[in-house]
């Protein structure tokens, strides 16, 4: 009976609490995300790889934010189910969607602790770290990172309209 | 110095040119954190220990980088990238490149 449970009991358990677990802390990240992206609303990032021209900065630098993320157990047994038939993997898109928007959280709050007005030339990176142990397994994560340049206005009303 | 992932640096005018420079560093995560990583994999989300090491990690190797742009004379490195390679099961190098320069 207990050789039962320890095979087939366990493996479902550790699903079901994964699922559980991993699916109340991601809506609690979403919702922190969404609160802090709704601050930062007005704070101007951009892609472009010099200033637009209406932006008049007096000092730069580069600012950068990073998040190491991993697939729970529940994530990648749904994955491992889902890459027999091909298709879609759904449950790895929010994980990796929330990471990214972290990084990049967490880089305009670089920029805003130092008292910088903008970042342009932002560059999002995704990168794999290697598993701890040579057979595949062990943890792997995946690392996303955020970085960009970072201006002061040369004065307050320097960004004209 | 100051540094920048643009052609040049905010607000400044490059007066001379260095050349390129690097700064690397290879890191092996440790057998405490990989455990609690280990952990954490069961539920998913953010490994902090990882971050914090690789942001670390990331620090130094653009310490390395300006460093050879000041013993260069420069005192500013523009157009910076980063790359990361995992060189080996447990280890991943950090390297960050640009351009060493002189700004007015």
Same mark, same amino acid.
Not at chain 1, 19 to 42: N, P, W
Not at chain 2, 1 to 23: A, C, K, L, W
Not at chain 2, 30 to 58: C, F, P, W
């Given at each position: 009976?207990?050789?039962?449970?320890?095979?087939?009991?366990?493996?479902?358990?550790?699903?079901?609490?994964?699922?559980?677990?991993?699916?109340?802390?991601?809506?609690?990240?979403?919702?922190?995300?969404?609160?802090?992206?709704?601050?930062?609303?007005?704070?101007?990032?951009?892609?472009?790889?010099?200033?637009?021209?209406?932006?008049?900065?007096?000092?730069?630098?580069?600012?950068?934010?990073?998040?190491?993320?991993? $697939?729970?157990?529940?994530? %990648?047994?749904? /994955?491992? &189910? #889902?890459? @027999?038939?091909?298709? !879609?993997?759904?449950? +790895?898109?929010? $994980?990796?969607?929330?990471? %990214?928007?972290? /990084?990049? &959280? #967490?880089? @305009?709050?670089?920029? !805003?602790?130092?008292? +910088?007005?903008?970042?342009?030339?932002?560059?999002?990176?995704?990168?794999? &770290?290697?598993?701890?142990?040579?057979?595949?397994?062990?943890?792997?994560?995946?690392?996303?990172?955020?970085?960009?340049?970072?201006?002061?206005?040369?004065?307050?009303?320097?960004?004209?309209? | 110095?100051?540094?920048?992932?643009?052609?040049?640096?905010?607000?400044?005018?490059?007066?001379?040119?260095?050349?390129?420079?690097?700064?690397?560093?290879?890191?092996?995560?440790?057998?405490?954190?990989?455990?609690?990583?280990?952990?954490?994999?069961?539920?998913?989300?953010?490994?902090?220990?990882?971050?914090?090491?690789?942001?670390?990690?990331?620090?130094?190797?653009?310490?390395?980088?300006?460093?050879?742009?000041?013993?260069?004379?420069?005192?500013?490195?523009?157009?910076?990238?980063?790359?990361?390679?995992?060189?080996?099961?447990?280890?991943?190098?950090?390297?960050?490149?640009?351009?060493?320069?002189?700004?007015?």
């Amino acid at each position: 009976m207990l050789e039962l449970f320890l095979n087939f009991g366990l493996p479902f358990l550790l699903l079901l609490v994964a699922y559980f677990v991993g699916t109340m802390l991601e809506k609690g990240h979403f919702r922190s995300i969404r609160k802090r992206e709704g601050e930062y609303a007005k704070f101007p990032v951009v892609t472009f790889d010099t200033m637009p021209d209406d932006w008049s900065a007096s000092s730069g630098t580069l600012v950068s934010g990073s998040v190491v993320i991993s $697939l729970d157990y529940f994530k %990648r047994v749904i /994955a491992g &189910l #889902r890459a @027999i038939v091909g298709g !879609r993997i759904k449950t +790895y898109e929010p $994980l990796l969607d929330r990471a %990214r928007r972290e /990084a990049m &959280l #967490r880089m @305009i709050e670089d920029a !805003r602790r130092d008292g +910088y007005d903008a970042i342009f030339n932002v560059r999002l990176e995704t990168s794999r &770290l290697a598993n701890s142990r040579g057979d595949g397994k062990g943890t792997a994560g995946v690392e996303m990172l955020a970085f960009g340049t970072a201006v002061k206005f040369a004065s307050r009303f320097a960004r004209t309209q | 110095m100051e540094i920048s992932n643009t052609e040049s640096i905010p607000g400044r005018t490059i007066v001379q040119f260095y050349g390129v420079v690097t700064g690397n560093t290879v890191r092996a995560k440790h057998i405490g954190r990989d455990i609690m990583a280990g952990l954490k994999n069961i539920v998913g989300g953010e490994l902090a220990g990882y971050t914090e090491l690789l942001q670390d990690s990331r620090n130094e190797a653009t310490q390395r980088m300006i460093q050879q742009a000041e013993s260069m004379g420069a005192n500013a490195v523009v157009n910076v990238r980063f790359a990361t390679s995992s060189i080996s099961q447990g280890a991943a190098e950090l390297f960050a490149y640009g351009t060493a320069v002189r700004v007015e």
